[in-house]
Nanobody, 120 residues
């Protein structure tokens, strides 16, 4: 079992920055592929970024994913935030795939989510 706990969400003005963190349990964290997804009200959950260095087109150049295996943590640095980035952000771990695609089905464990709200 892998437990994931996100933190770092909040309210920020357009153009601002936030850094999300996701702390993971498990002694083999370095072997997991990690990803970030988000879900806005009334919309489907969508891919944002993965440790494979894939990014959604809507965030490329503004968001950066990174990981610290010594701390069992993955980060999402979000710069130049826009109101359309408002969503609940979820981190996810894939233990079955070393290079998962953007498909949610390839991720095995999920955090509870953290709210990001960007005001205009």
């Amino acid at each position: 079992q892998v437990q994931l706990v996100e933190s770092g969400g909040g309210l920020v003005q357009a153009g601002g920055s936030l850094r999300l963190s996701c702390a993971a349990s498990g002694r083999t964290f370095s072997s997991y592929a990690m990803g970030w997804f988000r879900q806005a009200p009334g919309k489907d959950r969508e891919f944002v970024a993965a440790t494979t260095m894939d990014y959604a087109a809507s965030v490329k150049g503004r968001f950066t994913i990174s990981r610290d295996n010594g701390k069992n943590t993955v980060y999402l640095q979000m710069n130049n935030l826009k109101p359309e980035d408002t969503a609940v952000y979820y981190c996810a771990a894939s233990v079955r795939f070393t290079s998962p695609t953007m498909a949610m089905e390839q991720y095995d464990y999920w955090g509870q989510g953290t709210q990001v709200t960007v005001s205009s």
